[in-house]
């Protein structure tokens, strides 16, 4: 008899965007495919068995979940009902820990600029909305909730003909067995020369034992030392051999699992019975559910007391993997499992040892969706579509919709699939705390069949992989006359009660005709605050590339993103609440297709918020993050206009270096601009930093962050020391701009000192009394000596004259 290979597999979520090989496994109706899993560095993989085979159980890992999409929001938030799964004894299945969604250090643009911040910004030297379509539009969602709920299936019952069989003790003695570590250590060592003595070692060790404990060291034997004929199974050269055959090759395919199954037991007194049947596999999804079924498989029903139970050796031995060959994985699931669990993919051809209280008819049989181990293990709820495999979209909606109830500790994941390609934009998933189940979204682009699946792992699991729950297929014919995609969401999306404005039904935006940036428009609550970042398809960061602020005025998020050149691209907005501390979690990302891009491209300066509170413009340079160095020069300017009550300073650094006496901020009264004055002292790329303050604050914060290349240096030069009196009065130097004097000289010092009584100088630490202070402007010569040169003025109301700037002398 030929065995069929079922289909399973595995996936998480990951960090990046590239097309790597999956280590897909791939497994018959009577083997399961083994867990594997392999590392993606980007969210947009392609995930793709071998060709000509579909997987049972594979790993698929990937951070970030560009291509897969994740349940939103939080089960704990949000208004879930916290309804935790009742205990079970069924076993867990091992998993592999590891990292969740990429994260951003909330640190990650201010630490280079925390240098300037702390010891040079605040330590002066001073003793629309349209919802075309909208998932949470309330109306919208009911009428398709309605829709789903009163849609008519055909009932299929499938209850356990005697449910007691499976009580508590029964369950118990189950598990006990399965985690006797001393049951599989003893088997492990066996090392029989002959079924007779097989058997007589068996008889020894079962002494004392139960008939569970009994069968499953039968059980264990068979999966642990016989593997899967996986080149008579690809060749089709399947034959019958003896169980003599089986032990001592140590090979077989599910007639010889099944057989010998039944040989021992027959030799061990334990009732059972050979099973034949159909299972949904490889070659059943080949041939589609219309082809006429065979009988393709083989299993087991053992009776333990007075009640029958399945037993499936072959899917619990291992699997085979994609370089086709057997990885043994001992599969305690498959161990009596429960025939309203089995029957989804398991069709005896005998109707009484489907053991259900109404055995269901073949047209049933191949109508059920494709439920693997884990919707049961982790007790999953399949409201709708009901009983059926095959999908259609929302009468009048551009999608199909699944509603399925989890327990509050289980995360579910979605992929969606044509021609084993991922469909970007295709699906998202929602969870309804209105009615406590999950809306998973699916939209086509294409017509043809789809293929739907559904994953699912346990949240306080420190696993990234999920195991595959639920399939289903969506074939269509016609597409819609306005179809839609999803941008990829992620659980605070939902938790932070964001709600996105623009764009609407799509995940990719076009930059294009003149366009110079994509613009995403968010509502968030005011205690969220969100960052942004745009990635080429190599994943690389493109600095300069976003700007993400708070528009007070529209009560808005505007997140914008410039690309740089004409490609693809991905847009990231990364949120948290303001009182948390540490890292952005990803929220929401889009693709962004760019084309005919101006050169020079836009770019920004990196942008705090406080620049936006602040009421902050940028004069010079406009539309570039980057500050071009002029040949032969010594510094460069950068022009800015704030409100009356505001101040600003900055900073220069290079290497995260500070750069002494680098910078100047001062006031140009005549065009009531900020002139920012930045001096490098080497060669290599510089960052520039404004600060910004209202006059009635203590420190300066971060404002805006500029790049500078210095290629070359004229003449290096030093800035005057400047004292917080000079800021807060809106000074302003002529001349001289260099802050080292020559010594013996004579200087001219030209300065705008607004509003003050009287201004003097100190010269060599001598009190100097001039005379050219008039109308707010000082203009004096002076000749200098060895030691500083200080500026002061005295102000109305003060009986002291207060430090406004230094020159050093040399």
């Known amino acids: 008899m030929g065995c069929e290979f079922g289909t399973h597999q595995k996936v998480a979520p990951i960090d990046t965007s590239s097309n790597l090989p999956v280590n897909n496994s791939v497994n018959s109706g009577i083997l399961r495919q083994n867990r594997t899993s392999i590392n993606n560095p980007y969210n ?13 159980s594979s790993s698929i890992l990937v951070k970030n979940i560009i291509s897969l ?24 299945f091992s998993r592999e820990p590891t990292s969740d969604s990429r994260v951003v250090n909330t640190n990650n643009e201010v630490a280079n600029a925390s240098i300037l911040s702390s010891d040079h910004a605040n330590n002066h030297n001073d003793s629309l909305e349209d919802d075309t379509i909208s998932l949470n539009d309330p109306l919208t969602v009911e009428a398709d909730v309605n829709h789903l709920l009163i849609a008519t299936y055909d009932y299929v019952e499938m209850t356990d003909v005697i449910p007691e069989a499976f009580d508590i003790l029964i369950l ?3 598990q006990d067995a399965i985690d006797n570590t001393s049951y599989r250590s003893t088997i492990q060592s066996w090392q029989p020369d002959s079924l007779e003595q097989l058997i007589k070692t068996i008889k020894t060790f079962r002494k004392g034992k139960s008939i569970i404990d009994q069968h499953w060291i039968i059980f264990y034997w068979i999966t642990y030392n016989i593997n899967y004929d996986v080149v008579a199974f690809l060749a089709d050269t399947v034959a019958e051999q003896s169980v003599e055959d089986t032990f001592r090759t140590k090979i077989g ?15 061990l007194d334990l009732e059972c019975m050979d099973i034949r049947g159909h299972a949904k596999s490889f070659r059943y999804e080949m041939r589609g559910v219309d082809a006429t079924p065979i009988v393709n498989h083989a299993w087991n029903v053992v009776k333990i007391k007075k009640y029958w139970y399945i037993i499936e050796s072959t899917w619990g031995a291992g699997s085979i993997n994609k ?15 429960r025939p309203h669990h089995i029957i989804y993919d398991h069709l005896p051809k005998d109707e009484k040892w489907q053991l259900l209280e109404t055995p269901i008819s073949m047209s049933e049989y191949l109508q059920l969706p494709r439920i693997y181990p884990t919707y049961f293990k982790l007790e999953l709820e399949l409201i709708s579509p009901l009983y059926q495999e095959h999908m259609t979209l929302i009468k009048g909606k551009p999608y199909a919709l699944i509603l399925l109830r989890t327990p509050t500790d289980v995360d579910i994941l979605a992929k969606f699939e044509i021609n084993d390609k991922l469909i970007d934009g295709g699906s998202r998933i929602v969870f309804d705390a209105e009615h406590q189940f999950y809306r998973c979204y699916f939209a086509p682009t294409s017509i043809g069949k789809h293929k739907i699946s559904i994953f699912a792992k346990e949240t306080i699991s420190n696993a990234i992989l999920y195991d595959a729950a639920i399939d289903f297929t969506l074939d269509i014919d016609k597409l819609p006359e306005n179809p839609i995609s999803y941008p990829q969401t992620w659980k605070d999306f939902h938790n932070f009660g964001l709600k996105l404005i623009s764009p609407k039904n799509t995940h990719l935006i076009k930059v294009s005709n003149g366009m110079t940036y994509a613009c995403i428009l968010i509502r968030a609550p005011s ?4 960052i942004g970042y745009l990635y080429n398809s190599d994943e690389q960061k493109i600095i300069g590339a976003q700007h993400v602020y708070y528009d007070q005025q529209k009560d808005l998020w505007t997140c914008n993103f410039a690309p740089n050149q004409n490609g693809l691209f991905k847009a990231t907005v990364f949120g948290k609440k303001k009182t948390d501390t540490g890292n952005y979690n990803n929220v929401i990302s889009f693709k962004i297709e760019a084309t005919e891009i101006i050169s020079p491209p836009l770019s920004y300066p990196y ?43 900055c900073g220069i650094q290079c290497n995260n270096i500070k750069v002494e006496n680098g910078s100047l901020a001062q006031f140009d009264h005549g065009k009531n601009l900020w002139q920012l004055l930045f001096a490098p002292e080497q060669i290599g790329q510089h960052e520039l930093v404004v600060f910004a303050k209202r006059n009635t604050e203590e420190n300066f914060q971060c404002a805006a962050k500029f790049y500078l290349n210095v290629t070359q240096i004229y003449q290096v030069m030093k800035f005057p020391t400047i004292y917080r009196q000079f800021q807060h009065t809106k000074c302003r130097i002529y001349e ?15 300065c705008f000192i607004p509003n003050a009584d009287d201004v003097n100088l100190t010269v060599d630490s001598n009190w100097d009394k001039i005379e050219g202070y008039k109308n707010s402007v000082l203009k004096t010569q002076v000749t200098v000596d060895s030691k500083d040169l200080i500026v002061q003025a005295k102000y109305e109301q003060e009986s002291t004259f207060k430090v406004l700037l230094k020159y050093s002398i040399q």
């Open 527 to 530: 205690d969220v605050e969100l």
């Open 736 to 750: 001289p701009l260099n802050g080292i004097l020559k010594k013996d000289t004579t200087v001219s010092i030209h």
């Open 44 to 56: 947009n993989v392609i995930l793709k068995p071998p060709d000509g085979f579909l997987e049972h």
């Open 172 to 174: 118990q003695q189950r």
């Open 607 to 649: 942008i705090w918020q406080i620049f936006h509170d602040l009421n902050l413009t940028i004069d010079t340079p406009q539309n570039c993050s980057t500050v071009i160095w002029p040949e032969n020069a010594s510094y460069v300017e950068i022009l800015m206009q704030a409100p009356d009550d505001i101040l600003l300073s």
């Open 323 to 337: 370089q086709k060959q057997f990885v043994r994985e001992v599969n305690p699931y498959y161990f009596l499992i």
């Open 69 to 92: 999409t994740t349940a939103e929001p939080d089960e704990y938030d949000n208004g879930r009902v916290k309804k935790n799964r009742k205990v079970t004894f069924e076993q867990r």
């Open 253 to 267: 395919v599910c007639g010889d699992f099944s057989g010998l199954y039944k040989y021992l037991c027959d030799k």
